[in-house]
């Protein structure tokens, strides 16, 4: 609930800076978009979001916290639906959202989903990581973090601790293929931020998950302010 209504606080001012029409926007292309909501506008919008939920603490808050906004917003955002929809067709198992100007990603029992109390990899969890490989080698100039998650059994010490190690299992099994390592963060999150009840054991499944967030590194920003003059 929390979210939603920072959510709409967000869309609310976006209107008021000037989305007044619905007929004025309907043809905007994504860098139109970014033009119209301004600079100033968007690293507003990113503040008030990314500090409610978490800002750099979640991959929600890691994407919305990053937002450039103004016209290279929007090159930034064209260039993430491309990537977006890649990474869509690799893994159609992973639940891949656009937000702003960046890509969250949930790896969980259909994709990257970990046994109880373990940080390795599956041999099911690897193949699907593999699939992913290809997508980030295309596109070198995005920064990925990788945040970990448990199911509510064990102590929350106990927790954090398995959590992280699992955002590391991941990083570990990227950079091993290829990936390079100064483009991977990652978080231990233990089990916060739950996306099911911690009362059953499918529940508690689901939440022993890692989720992404992909975001424009500093070339990817300076490349999308000079495309946007």
């Given at each position: 609930?929390?979210?939603?209504?920072?959510?709409?606080?967000?869309?609310?001012?976006?209107?008021?800076?000037?989305?007044?029409?619905?007929?004025?926007?309907?043809?905007?292309?994504?860098t139109q978009k970014g033009a119209g909501?301004?600079?100033?506008?968007?690293?507003?919008?990113?503040?008030?979001?990314?500090?409610?939920?978490?800002?750099?603490?979640?991959?929600?808050?890691?994407?919305?916290?990053?937002?450039?906004?103004?016209?290279?917003?929007?090159?930034?955002?064209?260039?993430?639906?491309?990537?977006?929809?890649?990474?869509?067709?690799?893994?159609?198992?992973?639940?891949?959202?656009?937000?702003?100007?960046?890509?969250?990603?949930?790896?969980?029992?259909?994709?990257?989903?970990f046994d109880l109390n373990k940080s390795?990899?599956?041999?099911?969890?690897?193949?699907?990581?593999?699939?992913?490989?290809?997508?980030?080698?295309?596109?070198?100039?995005?920064?990925?973090?990788?945040?970990?998650?448990?199911?509510?059994?064990?102590?929350?010490?106990?927790?954090?601790?398995?959590?992280?190690?699992?955002?590391?299992?991941?990083?570990?099994?990227?950079?091993?293929?290829?990936?390079?390592?100064?483009?991977?963060?990652?978080?231990?999150?233990?089990?916060?931020?739950?996306?099911?009840?911690?009362?059953?054991?499918?529940?508690?499944?689901?939440?022993?998950?890692?989720?992404?967030?992909?975001?424009?590194?500093?070339?990817?920003?300076?490349?999308?302010?000079?495309?946007?003059?």
């Open positions: 609930m929390k979210a939603t209504k920072i959510y709409l606080m967000a869309f609310a001012f976006i209107f008021s800076i000037g989305f007044t029409s619905c007929e004025a926007t309907k043809n905007m292309n994504n909501i301004g600079a100033a506008g968007g690293a507003i919008i990113g503040g008030i979001i990314g500090n409610n939920v978490g800002k750099g603490n979640t991959a929600l808050g890691a994407i919305i916290g990053g937002v450039v906004g103004g016209a290279a917003g929007g090159v930034i955002g064209n260039q993430m639906d491309k990537q977006a929809r890649d990474i869509d067709e690799a893994l159609p198992g992973a639940d891949v959202e656009r937000v702003g100007e960046g890509i969250k990603i949930t790896l969980g029992e259909n994709s990257v989903n390795s990899l599956t041999s099911t969890a690897k193949g699907n990581l593999d699939k992913l490989v290809p997508v980030f080698n295309e596109y070198p100039d995005t920064d990925i973090e990788i945040f970990g998650y448990t199911d509510s059994s064990g102590s929350d010490e106990y927790n954090l601790k398995l959590s992280e190690q699992r955002a590391a299992s991941v990083k570990t099994y990227l950079v091993g293929k290829g990936i390079s390592g100064a483009r991977i963060n990652t978080v231990g999150r233990g089990e916060a931020d739950p996306i099911a009840s911690n009362d059953t054991k499918e529940g508690m499944s689901k939440n022993r998950r890692v989720e992404f967030a992909i975001t424009a590194n500093e070339k990817m920003v300076e490349d999308a302010k000079q495309q946007a003059q």
